[in-house]
């Protein structure tokens, strides 16, 4: 069974972080959503989360896939901490999905994953970054990474994690199920 480990931080876009867990365990995906720290946190619009597990607990094993959601200030706690950076390096170095939608590209680019990288985020998120090469698209994979825009993208985004995961005809059987 594939893995992914979906983390959220206080401030993560909680619409964007549910849909892509909803969305993958619907696939069949073995899901971890990991908190960077114990106990429930605040989504970016205040919604209280309580995830699975902590990152430093989910940091014992081993994924397929890293999805990082956006939302402020989700993204800058996201990026501030270095378990999350050395995480994201570690598993694009060994082919693995990288993942991120919204403001959370940034995290990606900061890292130096999305150098002369074709990606995608909410509008300005990328632009400190020069070396990244921005499309409009709603969802942009390059590779192993893989970006889009926003929570109006969630589910699009949500669906092609969910077909590199568990292939195209389950990724269909879910759609099908949402009544797209």
């Keep these: 069974m594939k893995t992914a480990l ?50 430093d607990e989910a940091l014992q094993h081993h994924y397929d896939m890293v999805v990082l959601p956006g939302g402020q200030p989700g993204t800058n706690n996201l990026k501030a901490d270095a378990r999350v950076l050395q995480l994201i390096k570690q598993m694009a170095q060994q082919g693995k999905y990288v993942a991120a939608i919204c403001a959370a590209p940034s995290v990606l680019a900061t890292a130096g994953l999305l150098d002369g990288r074709q990606a995608t985020s909410f509008p300005g ?56």
């Design 6 to 55: 979906i983390l959220f931080a206080d401030g993560s876009e909680e619409l964007e972080a549910i849909t892509i867990v909803n969305i993958l365990r619907r696939a069949g995906v073995s899901v971890t959503l990991a908190g960077l720290h114990a106990g429930s946190l605040r989504g970016s619009r205040s919604v209280m989360i309580t995830p699975d597990t902590t990152l």
């Design 125 to 180: 998120a990328l632009a400190p970054f020069p070396a990244v090469k921005p499309q409009k698209s709603a969802v942009v994979e390059d590779g192993n990474l893989i970006t889009s825009r926003g929570p109006g993208t969630a589910m699009d985004f949500a669906l092609l994690l969910a077909e590199r995961l568990a292939g195209r005809e389950k990724r269909q059987e879910v759609e099908a199920g949402l009544q797209r």
